[in-house]
């Protein structure tokens, strides 16, 4: 048997509750374990995030300079508008949807409790015909 069982990705913030509806809904996940203080779920492709009640929790403040990331969440699509669409719907917002450079599209994000997640798709895009 292994030593460590399971890794989680554990995002503090004020509601678990809801922020864990967001993930829910945006992985196609679905709830493993509740209590008072912390919610955990299993999106379909295995990610494990967990959400903790933390009630003095302050989001970072990216893309503004004055402090750094820190840490964020990537997440590969196939359809970035589509996921954009999603995101916006669930109460996300919008931090960093320049074209990036290089040969994968991204897009960066807030959940609704302000921790930032990136959108990548993940294959290359080929010029358009004609």
């Known amino acids: 048997m292994p030593l460590v069982e399971a890794g989680y990705v554990v995002l503090d913030c ?3 509750e809801k922020l864990a509806v ?5 992985l196609d996940a679905e709830e493993t374990d509740a209590t008072a203080n912390r919610v955990e779920i299993r999106g379909a ?4 995030m ?3 009640r ?13 402090n750094s990331l820190q840490a964020h969440l990537d997440f590969q699509v196939s359809d970035l508008d ?4 999603k995101v916006v719907e669930l109460g996300g917002r919008p931090v960093d949807t320049k074209d990036a450079a290089g040969p994968y599209e991204e ?15 993940t294959t290359p895009t080929a010029p358009k015909q004609g």
Not at 22 to 26: G, H, I, Q, R
Not at 45 to 48: S, V
Not at 54 to 63: E, G, I, Q, Y
Not at 107 to 121: E, I, Q
């Open 82 to 85: 589509a996921a954009e669409r």
């Open 54 to 66: 933390d009630v003095n929790a302050t989001p970072p403040s990216w893309p503004r300079p004055e």
């Open 22 to 26: 967001f993930y829910k809904e945006l």
């Open 107 to 121: 897009r960066g994000y807030a959940d609704p409790a302000g921790h930032s997640f990136t959108l990548r798709r």
């Open 50 to 52: 967990a959400f903790r």
């Open 45 to 48: 492709d295995g990610i494990r």
């Open 14 to 16: 004020a509601e678990p």
